[in-house]
């Protein structure tokens, strides 16, 4: 029913930002609890950042807290990820994720260099 299109990641330095969008198809964005993942090369994906309907609940991971910060636009079907202070260890495709009813983006690649 809705459709994710992550955009916005790049090639950074460590200690840089960016800012990821997922954009998503469809009225019913609104009605949606929306999250973010990444997955390194070898690794499992991860949980990143969640974020309510409405907005007004918020959950990161501990490996982002401090530096990340997940928020939403419903008047524009969109959800973000502003990545502060990146490291290394950020390096990874991210993932956003329409968590009921379970349907994911096809990703954005985000590497930090050192």
């Known amino acids: 029913q809705v459709q994710l299109v992550e955009s916005g990641g790049g090639l950074v330095q460590a200690g840089g930002s960016l800012r990821l969008s997922c954009a998503a198809s469809?009225?019913?964005?609104?009605?949606?609890?929306m999250a973010w993942y990444r997955q390194a090369p070898g690794k499992e994906r991860e949980f990143v950042a969640s974020?309510?309907?409405?907005?007004?609940?918020?959950y990161l991971a501990d490996s982002v807290k401090g530096r990340f910060t997940i928020s939403r636009d419903n008047a524009r079907n969109t959800v973000y990820l502003q990545m502060n202070s990146l490291k290394s260890e950020d390096t990874a495709i991210y993932y956003c994720?329409?968590?009921?009813?379970?349907?994911w983006g096809q990703g954005t690649q985000v590497t930090v260099s050192s």
């Open positions: 994720k329409a968590i009921n009813p379970g349907i």
């Open positions: 469809g009225r019913t964005f609104g009605s949606y609890d």
């Open positions: 974020i309510t309907w409405s907005g007004g609940s918020t």
